[in-house]
């Protein structure tokens, strides 16, 4: 996929992973469209993007304000071919502690954002994709999402978290192959200990610790990094229904 000259959406591109791809993407030379409830942080990266940078106002939980974010990136010149689902929360509890068991309505919000959003994001910018001229190759577009090394070693407390991000690493293969016939590729990265606002509120020595959890390099994940990865997906058309963990080695233990 050629990124120069082509419209790229980044849902949750206000801060964190997604304001990374959005510098990486747009530094390629794509035209961007940051799709985030964060209106501050949103129009504060478009105006020192500058140019070919736009933000919408968009929650992942609602189709149609997502799909206007869509249409949106989708009539800008080249078309929307490079899509990114950031969007995410994440949340603390116990199948069952002291207080009883796991509320369903956390769970639900969970899986809500972090995995039905992903997937508004995926059929509705793929359904643009699918109107696009392909390039040599037969490539219309590429989508990406945003999984967590957690769907693998999920800690404790972190039931909802794990299930959610399960579920995306789950939905990458089947939707490459549903695809495929258009011309669309899907990848997922599973990053592990990132630098970024979930971490924020942490002490420092918290953060300096799971930094040291790292095999190599020994410090939290820069989300420079992982804006790098999606550039590199999107110019490697043989990475398809792929899932890349971006942890440095980390395994996670229990807590």
Request: aromatic share 4%; proline share 6%; glycine share 10%.
């Amino acid at each position: 996929m050629n990124i120069e000259r082509s419209a790229a959406l980044i849902a949750g591109g206000a801060s964190g992973l997604g304001a990374a791809t959005a510098r990486r993407l747009h530094a390629a030379g794509a035209h961007v469209v940051i799709a985030d409830l964060d209106e501050q942080h949103g129009t504060a990266l478009v105006a020192a993007l500058g140019a070919h940078a736009a933000f919408v106002r968009a929650d992942v939980t609602d189709p149609a304000e997502l799909e206007a974010a869509v249409a949106q990136a989708a009539a800008l010149p080249g078309g929307l071919r490079i899509s990114v689902s950031c969007a995410g929360i994440g949340w603390a509890e116990r199948l069952v502690s002291k207080r009883g068991p796991h509320k369903p309505d956390t769970f639900e919000r969970v899986i809500a954002v972090n995995l039905v959003g992903s997937f508004n994001v995926l059929r509705l910018a793929a359904a643009a994709m699918r109107e696009n001229e392909p390039n040599d190759d037969g490539e219309r577009g590429v989508c990406v999402n945003t999984a967590s090394i957690a769907a693998y070693d999920g800690q404790i407390g972190q039931l909802a978290y794990s299930a959610s991000k399960g579920g995306i690493i789950a939905m990458t293969l089947p939707a490459a192959r549903d695809l495929a016939s258009a011309g669309i590729r899907v990848c997922a990265i599973a990053p592990g200990t990132f630098d970024t606002p979930l971490l924020a509120g942490l002490p420092e020595p918290a953060r300096t610790e799971l930094g040291r959890q790292v095999p190599f390099p020994s410090r939290l994940g820069r989300p420079d990094e992982f804006g790098a990865l999606v550039v590199q997906i999107a110019e490697n058309a043989m990475l398809n229904g792929e899932v890349i963990r971006l942890d440095g080695a980390l395994r996670m233990p229990p807590r």
